[in-house]
């Protein structure tokens, strides 16, 4: 694969002032990427929930729901 120099060339783009920069209303020249600018993506997190913090949720969850349920049958008696 070849990498094409990202940098326009100065004497052949339209619209550079000497030293580089741009007059006024004129469009800059566009960016071009470069592949692999970015640093290298080595920590990849899991998605979702961990089993034991989803365990104790749904343990709460669950005695919560059976107080209230407890807590009807006594009304009721």
Same mark, same amino acid.
């Given at each position: 694969?070849?990498h094409?120099?990202?940098? %326009?060339?100065? =004497?052949r783009?339209?619209?550079? =002032?000497p030293?580089?920069?741009?007059?006024?209303? =004129?469009t %800059?020249?566009a960016e071009?990427?470069m592949?692999?600018a970015?640093?290298l993506?080595?920590?990849?997190?899991?998605k979702?929930?961990?089993?034991? %913090?989803l365990?104790? @949720?749904?343990l709460?969850v669950?005695l919560?729901a059976?107080?209230f349920?407890v807590?009807a049958?006594?009304l @009721?008696?």
């Open positions: 694969m070849s094409v120099n990202p940098d %326009p060339e100065p =004497e783009t339209t619209g550079l =002032e030293g580089g920069g741009v007059p006024p209303g =004129e %800059p020249p071009s990427s592949p692999g970015g640093p993506g080595t920590h990849n997190p899991t979702g929930w961990a089993k034991a %913090p365990t104790l @949720i749904l709460l669950a919560v059976a107080f349920l807590y049958l006594v @009721i008696l």
